[in-house]
C-alpha cells in the first residue's frame, strides 16, 4: 500500500489540482521523503475567512488550503452501484456557488463549511471510516 504522500502526489494532484501543484522533489540521499508544497490563493483564503466568521470563528488567519462545502446534501450525488451519496468538496467558493446555482438552489440559505485541505488527508489517513471517505474533491474550474 503506498503511502499518503505517494498517494497524494501520484493520484490526486494530477487530477484534481495541477494548476495549484507547484511540486514535489524527492530527496537526493533516499527515496523515502518527499516534500510537497501546497499554496492556496489568497482570494480563497479570504473567501474561507469570511466563511468561518459567518460561522462564528473570530480569526484572522487560516492555515493551510481551503476546500469549501455545503452543509446540507443539496450538492450530494448518488453513483450507480454504489451505498452511499458523493459529497463534492471545492478548492474555491466561486465553484461550490456555481454548482448551487445550477442545481437551482439559493446560495445565501446555504451554510458554507471550510476545512483545510490538510486536515482532510490526515483524517482520512488516520481513519478507515473516516467522515471524509465519500467526498470528491472538485479542482478548480471543475464541475460536478
Excluded at 69 to 78: E, G, M
Amino acid at each position: 500500500m503506498p503511502s499518503i504522500c505517494t498517494w497524494f502526489i501520484e493520484d490526486v494532484l494530477p487530477s484534481v489540482a495541477p494548476d495549484k501543484f507547484t511540486g514535489y522533489v524527492r530527496d537526493a540521499v533516499t527515496d523515502r521523503h518527499m516534500y510537497i508544497r501546497l499554496v492556496p490563493d489568497m482570494s480563497e483564503v479570504k473567501n474561507a475567512l469570511k466563511e468561518r466568521k459567518k460561522a462564528g470563528f473570530h480569526s484572522d488567519n487560516f492555515s493551510g488550503v481551503p476546500v469549501f462545502q455545503v452543509q446540507s446534501d443539496a450538492l450530494n450525488t448518488k453513483v450507480d452501484g454504489s451505498s452511499s451519496n458523493l459529497r463534492p468538496a471545492f478548492f474555491t467558493k466561486a465553484d461550490l456557488e456555481k454548482a448551487l446555482r445550477d442545481k437551482k438552489r439559493d446560495t445565501d440559505s446555504e451554510i458554507i463549511q471550510v476545512t483545510a485541505l490538510e486536515v482532510i488527508i490526515q483524517e482520512m489517513k488516520d481513519c478507515t471510516m473516516s467522515k471524509w471517505n465519500d467526498v470528491v474533491l472538485v479542482p478548480p474550474g471543475g464541475k460536478f
